[in-house]
């Protein structure tokens, strides 16, 4: 099976200094991949390299030729500008922008595709609303919402479970199991618990990247890759252990 996205010895850095050195990784039609590491590790930077938001010191990216550039990214809404005056329907709506179609109004296809992907994730009765008045994990809904909207063949998403509520995050978890029947996902976490069911691969980086698949996770790799004495720990749930492993970065 070819493989949707492929980096290969990626280098990159802020001024002069290295933030992630010799990178290689491969994402597999309907992969479920979680990045973790350290903040200041890399993750979100390389997320901004395959998004193309950031050209690589570096080595390459290629993606598969029919992915047509349908990357949807959910960023962090901690970091998002929640004072914009928009209202939830025309957010999600933004994400049916694209290069080739910025000047133009919207088309009826591309708002009855925002109406379906709202009622999707129960926020159509919130449509008018101002973002402002939503609460964290309406925000971050709304975010997934406007990624989707696009029919991305791969999603990426930055701890998309700040300021969720448990609830939310099982309806989150819930989503992405559905979506992985038809796209590849990648998340950006601190904390791969949730998700202990549904991934394939595990990618922790901290400036360098350890790949591996799944059922592979122990502590002396997240010491390694952290920096300090990490413990894994059990609550009744399935967790990821990770084997032993060298210094290879295996794609």
């Known amino acids: 099976m070819e493989n949707l996205i492929e980096i290969e010895h990626l280098f990159y850095g802020y001024q002069e200094r290295p933030v992630l050195e010799d990178i290689s990784l491969a994402i597999a039609p309907r992969d479920f991949t979680l990045l973790i590491g350290p903040n200041g590790g890399g993750k979100t930077t390389l997320l901004k390299l395959i998004l193309g938001i950031l050209a690589p010191w570096s080595g390459s990216i290629r993606f598969q030729s029919d992915t047509g550039g349908r990357l949807g990214y959910v960023p962090q809404s901690a970091r998002f500008n929640r004072t914009f005056p928009i209202s939830v329907f025309d957010m999600v709506l933004t994400g049916c922008i694209r290069g080739d179609n910025y000047l133009s109004r919207h088309t009826r296809e591309e708002e009855e595709k925002t109406g379906a992907i709202l009622e999707k994730l129960v926020l159509y009765g919130k449509r008018k609303d101002n973002i402002t008045d939503l609460s964290g994990g309406q925000l971050q809904r709304v975010l997934i919402a406007r990624a989707l909207v696009s029919e991305p063949v ?95 970065k295996r794609p």
């Open 154 to 248: 791969s999603l990426f998403l930055d701890e998309p479970t700040t300021a969720m509520d448990i609830t939310s995050q099982t309806d989150l978890l819930d989503l992405l199991a559905e979506l992985q029947e038809r796209m590849s996902i990648m998340v950006v976490t601190h904390d791969p618990t949730p998700y202990a069911q549904s991934y394939r691969h595990i990618a922790c980086l901290n400036t360098r990247l350890y790949f591996h698949g799944r059922g592979e996770l122990d502590s002396a790799t997240l010491e390694k890759v952290y920096g300090c004495p990490v413990e894994i720990l059990g609550h009744g749930i399935p967790h990821t252990l990770l084997a032993a492993h060298g210094e290879e």
